[in-house]
């Protein structure tokens, strides 16, 4: 079956709408919750994944494929709500930002803030057919990485005296190649599962 016969299958849904549950109110509610907290989860869990980049603050982590995933899995309400909920429980001092931090003092806490707003930006480009196809999956996933950049690289100038050029030399550059790569793995992954789900 072809891409586009899978994106008219099902208008208005994302991968997680697929998930079988009752209709009742309070079946459709676990269901949203658990969504979320195993959003939440699993951001939390690709954060520990982690390697220090030289001269930079900010490690290359998961973090940012998995809020990702998880917009694009969850949509743009259940998206946001899950990375909400990260951002709070490492807010309030669970140790399960990059590195095992927590707390809002970090230089990449605006990372943190930009991958909400980012979930649910593929969260909402997904409903509307954004992850079932390579080429529009790679563009969904680097639009969500812009914008985490546009909210981090300036919170991180900001919260270390850096020049804006430094922060971006030091947030930003060194991070663009695994973000080509996070995209690629998207572009694979997402479509493959709206394929196999239409079986």
Same mark, same amino acid.
């Given at each position: 079956?072809? !891409? ?7 208008? *208005?849904?994302?991968?997680? #709408? ?11 509610? /676990? ?5 979320v907290?195993?959003? %939440?989860?699993? =951001? ?10 030289? $001269? ?5 982590t *998961?973090? =940012?494929?998995? %809020?990702?995933l998880?917009?694009?899995a969850? *949509?743009?309400? &259940?998206?946001?709500? +899950? ?5 709070l429980? $490492?807010?309030? @001092?669970?140790?399960?930002? %990059? ?10 806490? *605006? ?9 649910? +930006? ?9 992850? &079932?196809?390579?080429?529009? =999956?790679?563009?969904?996933f680097?639009? @969500? ?6 909210? @981090? ?6 919260? =270390?005296?850096?020049? /804006? ?5 030091? $947030?930003? !550059?060194?991070?663009l190649?695994? #973000?080509? /790569?996070?995209?690629?793995l ?5 479509? !493959?599962?709206?394929?196999? %789900?239409?079986?």
């Open positions: 079956m072809s !891409t586009a016969a899978v994106t008219t299958a099902r208008p *208005g849904k994302v991968l997680a #709408d697929l998930l079988p549950a009752s209709r009742t109110k309070s079946a459709v509610a /676990l269901k949203s919750t658990a969504l907290l195993g959003g %939440a989860a699993l =951001t939390g869990i690709a954060a520990q994944i982690a390697l220090p980049v030289p $001269g930079s603050p900010v490690p290359v *998961g973090q =940012t494929f998995a %809020a990702l998880v917009g694009t969850l *949509g743009a309400r &259940r998206g946001f709500l +899950a990375l909400a909920v990260y951002a429980a $490492g807010m309030a @001092g669970m140790p399960w930002f %990059a590195e095992g931090g927590s707390g809002m003092s970090m230089p990449s806490f *605006g990372y943190v803030i930009g991958l909400m707003l980012a979930s649910a +930006a593929v969260g909402a480009l997904a409903r509307r057919g954004a992850d &079932r196809s390579m080429l529009r =999956t790679a563009g969904t680097l639009l @969500g990485e812009a914008i985490v950049y546009a909210v @981090g690289v300036p919170y991180l100038a900001l919260s =270390t005296g850096m020049g /804006l050029t430094a922060a971006i030399a030091a $947030g930003l !550059t060194p991070f190649i695994g #973000d080509v /790569l996070k995209a690629a998207a572009m694979g992954a997402l479509p !493959t599962a709206w394929k196999l %789900a239409d079986k």
